[in-house]
């Protein structure tokens, strides 16, 4: 990791199904807390049988976010993230969503040193504004959090 230049966090929800993410939330926090921004996002109805499936319906079981549901277009997100972030140094958590943002052409760090989201739970209000199972936007300020502790 880099001592502590990451400008943003940044963590989806999504199925990932067939090698590839369909995301349904992307949140990204800004180091200081002072910019949060979440986006809901539908996944395309002629792949819906894809989500039918038992791997779909296991990941659906965990972030609770139907393939239809959201209010954005994935191509909306990407074009706002990369106007708002551009280059600034961003810090991800998991190989495969490091993965994903670089290829969105984001400065990405990877956050893997960091312990697993799945025991980070101190900031359970900062869930987004619809009750979910796991949501992005809770886990970007674990991360922030962590990523403090570490190196402050
Ligand atoms: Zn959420």
New binding site residues.
């Given amino acids: 990791m880099n001592g502590g230049r990451i400008e943003w966090f940044v963590d989806m929800?999504a199925y990932q199904l067939n090698g590839k993410f369909w995301a349904k939330?992307i949140?990204f926090v800004k180091r200081d807390g002072s910019i949060c921004h979440?986006f809901?996002i539908w996944a395309p109805r002629r792949l819906k049988n894809l989500a039918k499936g038992l791997t779909g319906q296991y990941q659906y079981k965990r972030?609770n976010?139907r393939w239809q549901f959201g209010e954005w277009a994935i191509h909306d997100v990407k074009t706002l993230i990369r106007l708002t972030i551009a280059r600034q140094p961003i810090g991800v958590k998991g190989e495969e969503k490091c993965r994903y943002f670089e290829q969105w052409g984001l400065n990405v760090h990877s956050l893997d040193e960091l312990p697993s989201l799945k025991t980070l739970n101190d900031y359970p209000n900062e869930?987004?504004?619809?009750r979910?199972g796991?949501?992005?936007?809770?886990k970007c300020y674990e991360l922030l959090n962590a990523y403090d502790c570490e190196f402050l």
Avoid: P, S
């Fill in positions: 929800e939330e949140a979440n809901h972030h976010l869930h987004c504004e619809i979910h796991t949501c992005a936007r809770q």
